[in-house]
């Protein structure tokens, strides 16, 4: 992730990438799913697996501690959402559900919780991560959005 990681050119720090997200003119580009009151679901750009979401609040908070009642119902709200939507979509096996709070615990944007869904199939990974630090996804990342938004109307209210 080196546009996270490594100092920009200017030497001034990076924008939040979540912070533009959900003012995107175009959803299917900014890989924006859906649009709650208090948070959002957007495609990761960089999956763990095939149709791996982020829900994301919309206020820069970066732990679970500094969101509002409000806001947290709501983003818990937003994360069933977002697991129904993968479940109808693609039918997973499992899921991986969970957030990186603090950069040391692998969070690529720390000022910034998020939470991670990730669709897990029974022998869904390979040895490509392990030895080439490549992942093999099935599918495009603008034909996945095309198959989860199709479903989107399903989870919301």
């Given at each position: 992730?080196?546009?996270?990681?490594?100092?920009?050119?200017?030497?001034?720090?990076?924008?939040?990438?979540?912070?533009?997200i959900?003012?995107?003119?175009?959803?299917?580009?900014?890989?924006?799913?859906?649009?709650?009151?208090?948070?959002?679901?957007?495609?990761?750009?960089?999956?763990?697996?095939?149709?791996?979401?982020?829900?994301?609040?919309?206020?820069?908070?970066?732990?679970l501690?500094?969101l509002?009642?409000?806001?947290?119902?709501?983003?818990?709200?937003?994360?069933?959402?977002?697991?129904?939507?993968?479940?109808?979509?693609?039918?997973?096996?499992?899921?991986?559900?969970?957030?990186?709070?603090?950069?040391?615990?692998?969070?690529?944007?720390?000022?910034?919780?998020?939470?991670?869904?990730?669709?897990?199939?029974?022998?869904?990974?390979?040895?490509?991560?392990?030895?080439?630090?490549?992942?093999?996804?099935?599918?495009?990342?603008?034909?996945?959005?095309?198959?989860?938004?199709?479903?989107?109307?399903?989870?919301?209210?």
């Amino acid at each position: 992730m080196p546009y996270i990681k490594e100092p920009s050119e200017t030497g001034a720090k990076r924008a939040n990438p979540f912070l533009s997200i959900p003012h995107s003119e175009n959803p299917k580009e900014a890989l924006l799913l859906y649009k709650g009151s208090k948070s959002f679901i957007v495609m990761n750009k960089f999956p763990y697996n095939a149709g791996h979401l982020l829900c994301i609040p919309y206020r820069e908070v970066g732990d679970l501690e500094d969101l509002e009642d409000e806001e947290y119902g709501d983003l818990c709200q937003t994360v069933l959402k977002g697991k129904k939507l993968l479940r109808l979509a693609l039918q997973p096996d499992a899921f991986n559900i969970g957030y990186n709070l603090g950069a040391s615990a692998g969070a690529g944007i720390p000022g910034h919780l998020h939470c991670h869904i990730v669709p897990r199939w029974s022998g869904d990974t390979n040895f490509m991560p392990v030895i080439a630090g490549t992942r093999v996804l099935p599918e495009a990342m603008a034909a996945m959005w095309e198959r989860l938004h199709q479903f989107v109307p399903q989870i919301e209210d």
